[in-house]
């Protein structure tokens, strides 16, 4: 009761209340996906022990949310929509800090745990309307439509994708927060085209974007793809592998190159059939200089790293 | 509480569905899919394509005859600019260069309007008040507070100002300064800043005020407020003239007079560079904590260079900088000077309240290696950091009443030359740690007055302009007491 009223005081969500939401999202992300929950699932989920998980799904099926059919707990519609709602919240709120908020990308996961329970159906509208009504979250999760279904995202595994097969990341998952911060260094993301290299029993030797990086099998867990039929030839190469003095055509901006820093690359002329050429490095190694369009502009190299450009033809290398 | 099943604002939908809502299920999912075809991107194609058909129009109709020949100029220039033998040396020069004209050039007219303002004026006005009748109390108050004040200000400020900021407006012209911020950009990088940061520090060096006008050229909002919040570790020009009077008295003194001058001076430029790496370091411990949330976006552009239009030059810098901060600080000083001849004037049981607020600070003053009088003085001198000696020396005077002969009157602020000064500040307790003390408070203790008004007004944020101001406050309490306690820890006093 004094904890409800706190609550209610403090604007921040009461944890029975937290407890109940994230048990109905790890429900509802279980059923979607196929599996049978369990009460050691939920335990698992929330962090908790399993007397208290079970406590959790008692409140949550006197509150009609859940039923108990043969030993197996489902969701009722009431609970469906709930869930739907918590994990919308999530999604979105995670797109809108990729969108328009400085916080690194291994963090939106924790910032979108708590705002889940923070954030009302009103709220989830207007920012749904804000975001200009995203399909997919950062990571590659569709975001469910207010009343629809939550389904998994498609794709294969990384680790079934054959040797030189050209595809396309479709999602990358953000827990653990280690293993996602080290994908989200090696430039993976949704979007990304990505070839197998090499396959050995402790890493995976990947092309991303033109640059070779090894993964580890965890990491390669992570992350799903999905071939493509007709690969792009040449594939983009990233911007800054580009040596100084030469000069490539734009073929476009990385997806993980978003909001703000999206707008303002476009605004400078960093746009699909541009040519431009690297001019110089700064004395102290980073940013390095580029022409484009007549003007002199200056990038930092993990601005570069998101220009994505034209590998220049061979003939074009030994002429220059 | 919470008795309703679930959420109460979530539409409930009835669960055997009637034949007009399972329509509307397909007309919802045939949507649903169809977005899914489209893809979440088509807001950036469009985007793209429209700057790229405009991109093409251009190419066609535009031609730009002799653009050629200009831009290799501009790179031939920039190779020597930005080289990694010559970049650095030669930004180092420039920098010398403008910080000596400023600081020799800045002397004579100083002293001379000094002359005029404060030696010959003064006295004038308060013979003409006399020969009127004014009471002494309105002349003191007009003209021992209010006028002295603005004055000191006008004449420790302006010089500088007309100097340094027309030659920094013509690096700006010329199109060196955006490859200074190119230069060093990693650096600043590296501490979670913007290149351009490099700039509007170097504009504070002349006027913080100006400098976090100056940060509108940092486009990236993160950045912007760290460059805002940072400033105040630029030393201004109202306190060189500080840092230059302790450490010749009290660090040099240490010294052999062989020596004394050159290890002044470099205590001097100790802080200084102290004040760097508190930029630095803040910057760092900024954009990692209560700034982590803000966009951050990077832009950088290395203009042409350009002869630069001197006239145009000094007239803008003239009125736009120099003018505009001097208004806002003698708007800001006279009042003070009201207030610093009110608190040495007014009696409060026997005693002035500046000798009652000296008794009530000097314990705490003493734990961070200062004392009273220094903290009166940065109450009061918030204002404008050019009138805080000038109060040390009317406050200390007030207080040591054992020393005859020394000062102009209560609540009449002075300067004097270096061997009264000295003995003074010796009788009011001042020891080298007093000194040391006073010369890192000057550094990070608050913005001034004018400073923070117009970081309320770049930001038009009540809660960056607190920690903007609070946050610089309690590092310089934080790291005097910590030189107080170690001084006296290893027993130097």
């Known amino acids: 009761m004094i904890q409800s009223v706190l609550s209610r005081l403090t604007g921040r969500p009461s944890s029975a209340r937290v407890e109940r939401e ?28 399993p007397d208290r998980a079970a406590a959790v799904l008692a409140d949550l099926e006197r509150r009609e949310c859940v039923v108990f059919q043969a030993g197996r707990v489902t969701l009722t519609p009431t609970g469906q929509a709930y869930a739907t709602h918590i994990i919308r919240a999530h999604r979105l709120w995670e797109q809108h800090l990729a969108q328009s908020s400085g916080v690194p990308p291994e963090q939106w996961h924790a910032h979108a745990d708590r705002a889940e329970h923070r954030l009302s159906p009103d709220d989830v509208a207007a920012l749904t309307e804000r975001l200009g009504n995203p399909t997919h979250d950062p990571h590659g999760d569709p975001i469910p439509p207010p009343h629809g279904a939550v389904v998994p995202h498609h794709g294969m595994p990384l680790d079934e994708l054959p040797v030189d097969q050209t595809a396309r990341v479709t999602h990358v998952e953000d827990e653990p927060a280690m293993v996602f911060a080290e994908l989200v ?17 402790h890493a995976l030797g990947l092309w991303v974007d033109g640059e070779h990086v090894t993964l580890t099998p965890l990491m390669v867990h992570n992350v799903s793809v999905a071939p493509l039929a007709a690969p792009p030839a040449p594939a983009p190469v990233r911007l800054s592998a580009l040596p100084i003095g030469r000069s490539a055509t734009v073929a476009g901006l990385s997806p993980a190159c978003r909001g703000t820093e999206r707008r303002r690359l476009l605004d400078l002329g960093f746009v699909p059939g541009t040519v431009i050429t690297a001019e110089m490095v700064s004395p102290s190694g980073d940013p390095t200089a580029y022409a484009v369009r007549g003007a ?15 590998p220049a033809p061979p003939e074009a290398e030994a002429t220059s | 509480m919470n008795d309703h099943p679930a959420n109460p604002a979530l539409p409930r939908r009835a669960a055997g569905a009637s034949p007009a809502a399972a329509a509307a299920d397909a007309v919802l999912a045939t949507a649903q ?15 793209e394509t429209i700057y790229g058909e405009a991109g093409r129009l251009a190419d066609r109709a535009v031609t730009r005859p002799g653009a050629a020949r200009r831009f290799d100029l501009d790179r031939a ?53 006399d020969a009127v009748g004014l009471p002494w109390w309105l002349s003191g108050f007009l003209l021992d507070g209010v006028y002295l004040a603005t004055a000191w200000v ?49 504009m504070g060096y002349g006027c913080n005020a100006a400098g976090v006008v100056a940060t509108r050229i940092i486009d990236s909002p993160r950045e912007r407020l760290i460059a805002i919040i940072t400033n105040n570790f630029s030393l201004c020009n109202g306190r ?45 411990a900024l954009s990692r904590t209560v700034l982590k949330g803000e966009v951050s976006t990077f832009s ?187 001084w006296r820890w290893l027993g130097l006093g």
């Open chain 1, 22 to 49: 994230d048990a109905l999202r790890h429900l509802q992300l279980m059923l979607a996906g196929g599996h049978d929950p369990t009460v050691q699932s939920v335990a698992g989920a929330l962090g908790v022990a």
């Open chain 1, 185 to 201: 260094m090696l430039g993976l993301y949704p979007g990304a085209i990505v070839r197998v290299v090499e396959r050995g029993p």
């Open chain 1, 296 to 310: 002199l502009i200056a990038l930092r190299r993990t601005q570069a790293r998101h220009v994505l450009i034209q």
């Open chain 2, 33 to 47: 899919a169809l977005r899914e075809q489209i893809g979440g991107e088509f807001h950036d194609r469009l985007a």
């Open chain 2, 77 to 129: 220039v920039d190779r020597i600019v930005t080289s990694r033998t010559w970049g650095f040396p030669l930004m180092i020069a420039i920098f010398a260069l403008v910080f000596w004209v400023t600081i020799v050039g800045a002397n004579v007219p100083s002293a001379m309007i000094a002359s005029l303002l404060i030696d010959t004026l003064h006295p004038m006005l308060h013979r003409g008040a």
């Open chain 2, 154 to 202: 006008i004449s420790v400020m302006l010089p500088p100002m007309a100097i340094f900021f027309p030659f920094f407006t013509l690096l700006e012209d010329l199109g060196y300064l955006p490859r200074m911020a190119f230069n060093l950009d990693n650096l600043f990088q590296k501490s979670g800043a913007h290149g351009k940061q490099a700039l509007t520090m170097m």
């Open chain 2, 240 to 284: 060189w003239p500080t840092q230059i009077l302790i450490a010749s008295l009290f660090v040099g003194g240490v010294a052999s007079p062989a020596v004394a001058s050159v290890v002044s001076a470099g205590a001097v430029v100790g802080v200084a560079l102290l004040g760097v790496l508190f930029t630095f370091g803040v910057s760092w």
């Open chain 2, 300 to 486: 950088l552009e290395l203009p042409p260079y350009r002869p630069p239009r001197i006239l145009q030059t000094l007239y803008t810098s003239l009125i736009d900088r120099t003018l505009y901060v001097l208004w806002r600080a003698v708007v800001w000083a006279a009042p003070a000077g009201a207030v610093i001849w009110l608190v040495a004037n007014v009696h409060v049981g026997g005693l002035s309240i500046a000798e009652r607020a000296i008794g009530a600070l000097d314990p705490l003053g003493w734990v961070i290696g200062l004392n009273g009088v220094i903290l009166v003085a940065y109450i009061i001198a918030i204002p404008a950091n050019e009138i805080v000696i000038p109060t040390v020396l009317m406050l200390t005077a007030l207080s040591v009443r054992s020393v005859a002969g020394m000062g102009a009157g209560p609540g009449v602020m002075f300067e004097a030359d270096g061997a009264q000064v000295l003995a003074m500040l010796r009788a009011g307790g001042w020891t080298l740690l007093t000194g040391i003390n006073l010369m890192l408070f000057s550094l990070l203790h608050n913005p001034c007055s004018t400073t923070i008004h117009t970081i309320y007004r770049e930001t038009g944020s009540a809660r960056w302009t607190a920690v903007a101001t609070f946050l610089p406050l309690s590092l310089a309490f934080v790291v005097c007491a910590a030189t107080a306690a170690a």
